[in-house]
């Protein structure tokens, strides 16, 4: 499986944009890039994806490099309540059976005033 | 219902009891998972459920007996638990088993069962 590393940790102010970098470099072609995040004691919670394409909803986007052995999050106006663990995973799929999301370290990052 | 809800939310056992915990959804998932969390740790795969057949067990001790009655719950089995398994344990479901050309496999989780072993 592709392994992801993360800093553990990151500051970041209220209302700025926190850019939260992955390293993925033995990626394989057809693996997807996930982004999870957790906030203190619940589950983890789906942010955004992508393969090769950069990607935006109304959470995140998602800056991949074009070898596609880094990613980058960016959260464009933190806020207090984004303060979570960030993970970036690749994600495995079992042909007709299952996918499989192998959790990094993660990045514990921390929003101030 | 976008919800995994799990019972119960926390759970004291013994070393000779036997427990159980449980996940449902009803969004119409066909695969469901169970992953264990130890304190300031990343969580951590313990078995996958496709369509209702165990599709992935990641070497979990037998202690630990996953059941899926339906398609809308799954169930940990504990029995003779060790200190050491005192962790969170999470649910996910996900709509598509995975495989083929499907790019969109967000996995839902449930908020937990803490689990303390004495």
């Known amino acids: 499986d592709a392994k992801t590393t993360q800093p553990p940790s990151m500051d970041c102010a209220e209302g700025r944009a926190a850019n939260l970098p992955c390293n993925h470099s033995t990626i394989s072609g057809n693996e997807y890039v996930y982004w999870y995040r957790q906030i203190h004691s619940q589950g983890p919670q789906y942010i955004i994806h992508?393969?090769?394409n950069n990607e935006t909803n109304e959470m995140a986007s998602l800056i991949i490099t074009e070898d596609r052995k880094s990613s980058t999050l960016i959260l464009p106006h933190a806020t207090l309540r984004d303060t979570a663990v960030y993970y970036c995973?690749?994600?495995?799929?079992?042909?007709?059976?299952?996918?499989?999301?192998?959790f990094g370290t993660g990045t514990r990052l921390q929003v101030t005033l | 219902d976008t919800e995994v809800t799990q019972t119960p939310k926390h759970l004291v056992m013994g070393m000779t009891n036997k427990k159980s915990l449980k996940c449902e959804q009803h969004?119409?998932?066909?695969?469901m998972y169970w992953y264990k969390q130890k304190a300031k740790k990343p969580p951590e795969l313990m078995f996958v459920y496709s369509y209702e057949k165990l599709s992935i067990n990641e070497s979990v001790p037998s202690r630990f007996s996953p059941e899926c009655p339906n398609s809308s719950l799954l169930n940990l089995h504990l029995h003779a638990l060790q200190p050491e398994d005192s962790a969170l344990y999470l649910c996910?479901?996900?709509?598509?088993?995975?495989?083929?050309?499907?790019?969109?496999?967000?996995?839902?989780f449930g908020p937990g069962t803490r689990l303390t072993v004495l």
């Open positions: 992508g393969l090769k």
């Open positions: 996910a479901s996900s709509q598509a088993p995975g495989g083929g050309r499907s790019s969109y496999n967000e996995q839902f």
């Open positions: 969004m119409g998932h066909r695969a």
């Open positions: 995973i690749v994600r495995v799929d079992y042909t007709g059976t299952a996918s499989k999301l192998t």
